[in-house]
């Protein structure tokens, strides 16, 4: 299972770094301030480089819920990890950045 989930890092980490570039100007819901470069960590704010991090190593931890969740049906494991997935690559990292970056 590590090799799995180191796997499931690097995939998640190269994506949310290609989607991270594509945006010139960070995300396209906010403007950047220019005016304050030592908030920014290259092409990310802190915020979004903390929620970077959550979303590259805390949300591929669903490969292991077959081995946590023994005895439950596949069905509920496979829902249970895809919620886990989108509350922890959308809704967790998006609230965390809002709050460190202050927007």
């Given at each position: ?17 290609i ?30 480089f ?9 949300a ?12 439950l ?18 809704f ?11 927007f």
């Amino acid at each position: 299972m590590d090799k799995l989930y180191w796997g499931a890092v690097a995939i998640f980490a190269i994506g949310w770094y290609i989607e991270q570039r594509m945006y010139v100007d960070g995300y396209t819901r906010r403007k950047r301030d220019l005016y304050k470069p030592i908030d920014y960590l290259g092409l990310f704010s802190i915020g979004e480089f903390v929620g970077y991090l959550i979303r590259s190593l805390v949300a591929p931890a669903f490969v292991w819920f077959p081995d946590i969740l023994l005895g439950l049906p596949d069905n509920l494991i496979q829902a249970i990890a895809a919620v886990w997935l989108v509350v922890m690559s959308i809704f967790v990292p998006t609230v965390i950045e809002r709050a460190i970056d202050g927007f």
